[in-house]
C-alpha cells in the first residue's frame, strides 16, 4: 500500500505510518541527496521478508491440500 500511505501522510507524523516501502523509498529518493545503498538494502530485505512469508504459505496450503 506505497501509494496511499506516501500520498496521504508521507509516513505520517512523526514516522507513525512508515512501511518498509515507504522508508526504502524516502531513502532512495526523498531527500536532497539520495543514497541509493541503504534503500537498495531495505528493497532487499523487503524481498527477502515477501520471500519466507510466500513459502510459509506454499507449504501451509500443501500440507491442507494432502490432509
Known sequence: MFDI???MTKGGP???????AT???RLGFG???P???PGAAVGNLLIVIA???GLVYIRTQRRQ???
Open 5 to 7: 500511505i506516501w500520498i
Open 14 to 20: 512523526s514516522d507513525a505510518s512508515t512501511t518498509l
Open 23 to 25: 522508508w526504502s523509498y
Open 31 to 33: 531527500n536532497m541527496l
Open 35 to 37: 543514497s541509493f545503498g
Open 51 to 53: 520471500l519466507v512469508f
Open 65 to 67: 491440500g494432502a490432509a
